[in-house]
């Protein structure tokens, strides 16, 4: 009996000692997490190499070093361990890693020893390296001269002039001015320890490769053979490039010079080209629409020996993410966003191409996949997140889909940090559709309390909301301070179907905002919530939703927090940027008075417009560098909040574009979301 008792006693003890140790996450614990960045598979299979960026608060900047982990299972081992940025370029037959690191091409061993360097000078100013199959080339960005806009380069006399001139759209871009010039591929011999003969393939071409803001090495890739390069381009200027999405894929035979337009005639954003393993096949990511950055995404398989083309995805009702090609050449493998999560799917080459029933489902849970990294036998390696998580690599069983976690590279932290609890929730819709939500409740959640509750409003508009994981708009963070979280997956985002998709474009101002309303309501139903304390959140368009809210909420909120949204529409189309966007998503221009769905936009669904019914506080948060969505926006809604006599706080990050990318200034970012939040909520 005393043994018992002292076995009963200990186990009490070690329970409260597990519970003292265990604590919320907070934004400094947050930004401790290393994030996993690139990977690559051995050529036998065996062995997985992978970066890791950790961030170092003090300095305000990152470093990323390599790893590698068992296939078969077993520990992580660090390889690498100096400050900077490295690449992975290749992993040769008996485990030779070719990386970039400093501006110059490196090899070592698999387990970091024999350490050589390939390029004899720094190459600072080259980006998006890729070797050739046989490693005796190397293709890599540069920026070229295309075009004399700066006063110091139109007048040779005026050297420290940093005036500049223009006389076309697309004068700015994402986070960047046009300074005239522009980014092309060069191809070069790797010589011993010296990179020789390099050449540009785009000569006097005025056109970006990688695409900007969001591409990147993906857009440029050596042929199954090495004889020739595939790049993605929108090979336009000015007002065309600004009102455009028509990119397209371009073959450069290395030997003869020669390019071909291997998309001719396909109107939307084409991109992702990759090889089948046997080279006979090629396949990329297609969209129909010209100005659509958010159509739907579907796989092309094109026979290289005849030039056939094949949607393969064309009869499937949602949109592709990412693809690769099994070793064999039999399948493709695709991730694509379905009933709010990111799942593995399969298309069988060999079955009847272009139906339905080609496509099978093979992962399914509540976590999102968010990369295929590399297929070893009957395994994918594949990379996973969910609410509570960071992207951890895991193993993909082909055969039943259940998967094995390969990495644990932020377990410790997971293991002192109280987790959420995470519920898929469905609503009814005021046009009586179903619609999903998720709901984050904070750790320790007890339903016989009442807890402060937040709607997120997600940006894009047409982005998926579904268990991925954020450093900044973290859910898990938001609930460990006290908060439920609602986030709903209202009109315009992909999963649910593509017309589901599509109904938020010229209609920003309606539905979707009676399916933000809707979802607050919904979970107001609960005994848990304070219908007294309900604040509204969001980004970008989710920053559209809130000060549309503002106008419209009657008096559901009692605080919100909009970073980088729209406030108004027409200076807003005065000085954004990619105008394809605004033109698809609120119809057009605001002079054309025969416009009926800019018109709706311009005077419906301006938030400006409802700012005489603002009477809740808000803050506002607003990136100095952000060109999509310019300061001017920020600073209307805060001067109007303040002209109104409503309580409001300017955030304003001179620095930082669309995201907030430097670490001390995300911790402000956080550090000010939440101070907010306990003044006004």
């Avoid at 590698?68 to 390889?79: K, N, S, Y």
């Avoid at 006063?151 to 420290?160: E, H, I, V």
């Amino acid at each position: 009996m005393k043994k018992r008792i002292l076995i009963l006693l200990t186990t009490i003890v070690m329970i409260n000692a597990d519970a003292q140790v265990k604590q919320n996450l907070t934004p400094e614990t947050l930004w401790k997490l290393g994030r996993l960045g690139s990977q690559n598979i051995t050529p036998d299979g065996k062995r997985i190499l992978f970066g890791v960026t950790q961030y170092n608060m003090n300095q305000n900047k990152s470093e990323l070093n390599f790893y590698t982990v068992p296939v078969a299972g077993g520990p992580m081992q660090q390889i690498t361990n100096e400050p900077g940025s490295k690449s992975i370029l290749k992993i040769g037959v008996g485990g030779r890693v070719t990386y970039m690191f400093e501006g110059r091409i490196w090899q070592m061993n698999i387990d970091g020893e024999n350490l050589t360097m390939l390029s004899d000078k720094a190459m600072d100013d080259i980006d998006n390296v890729r070797l050739s199959p046989d490693g005796k080339k190397v293709i890599f960005t540069r920026e070229v001269a295309a075009a004399k806009i700066l006063g110091k380069d139109k007048y040779s006399d005026l050297p420290k002039s940093n005036a500049m001139v223009f006389t076309d759209l697309n004068y700015r871009h994402w986070d960047k001015w046009n300074t005239g010039k522009c980014s092309h591929v060069f191809v070069a011999d790797i010589n011993g320890g010296s990179i020789t003969n390099e050449k540009d393939i785009m000569p006097g071409e005025p056109y970006d490769v990688p695409q900007q803001p969001s591409g990147g090495l993906e857009d440029m890739i050596f042929s199954h053979d090495g004889k020739s390069i595939l790049y993605v381009c929108k090979k336009k200027t000015g007002k065309e490039y600004a009102q455009s999405t028509n990119t397209d894929i371009y073959q450069y035979d290395i030997a003869s010079g020669k390019t071909t337009n291997l998309t001719e005639g396909m109107m939307g954003y084409d991109t992702n080209p990759a090889f089948s393993g046997d080279g006979s096949k090629l396949a990329w990511l297609s969209m129909k629409e010209d100005g659509y950055e958010a159509d739907k995404n579907d796989i092309i398989l094109r026979d290289n020996k005849t030039g056939e083309k094949i949607n393969l995805t064309e009869k499937w009702d949602e949109s592709v993410n990412s693809f690769l090609f099994s070793n064999d050449s039999s399948k493709l493998f695709f991730l694509a966003v379905h009933n709010g999560t990111e799942q593995l799917f399969q298309i069988d080459l060999h079955g009847t191409l272009g139906s339905p029933t080609a496509i099978k489902q093979v992962t399914s849970g509540q976590w999102d996949i968010t990369s295929i990294v590399a297929q070893a036998a009957n395994t994918l390696i594949v990379n996973r997140t969910d609410m509570n998580h960071a992207a951890e690599i895991y193993a993909v069983n082909l055969y039943d889909g259940s998967m094995r976690q390969m990495t644990t590279i932020n377990n410790e932290i997971y293991n002192r940090t109280r987790l959420s609890k995470i519920d898929e929730r469905h609503i009814k819709t005021t046009d009586g559709k179903d619609m999903l939500a998720w709901v984050i409740y904070p750790p320790n959640f007890d339903p016989a309390k009442k807890y402060p509750t937040l709607l997120f409003c997600q940006g894009g508009p047409q982005s998926a909301l579904s268990q991925g994981y954020s450093f900044r708009w973290n859910f898990q963070l938001m609930a460990a301070q006290g908060y439920i979280v609602i986030a709903p997956n209202r009109r315009g985002m992909p999963g649910h179907g593509v017309e589901w998709n599509r109904e938020i474009s010229g209609d920003w101002g309606g539905q979707p905002i009676k399916d933000y309303l809707s979802a607050i309501d919904d979970i107001c139903k609960e005994s848990y919530v304070d219908k007294n304390r309900l604040g509204c959140v969001g980004a970008s368009y989710g920053g559209y939703s809130v000060y549309m809210l503002a106008g419209v909420h009657n008096k559901r909120f009692k605080t919100f927090i909009a970073h980088d949204g729209l406030f108004d529409l027409k200076s807003w189309y005065g000085t954004t940027e990619e105008l394809w966007f605004a033109n698809k998503d609120i119809g057009g221009n605001y002079w054309n008075k025969d416009n009926k769905t800019a018109k709706r936009s311009y005077d419906k669904f301006n938030p400006s417009n409802y700012v005489d019914k603002w009477d809740t506080p808000i803050m506002v948060v607003q990136g100095g560098k952000d060109f999509r969505v310019p300061i001017e926006q920020g600073l209307q809604a805060f001067q109007a909040a303040q002209l109104r006599g409503i309580k409001s706080k300017l955030l304003y990050l001179p620095e930082e574009n669309h995201w907030v990318l430097k670490p001390q200034n995300a911790l402000v970012w956080q550090r000010e979301f939440f101070d907010w939040l306990k003044e006004t909520l």
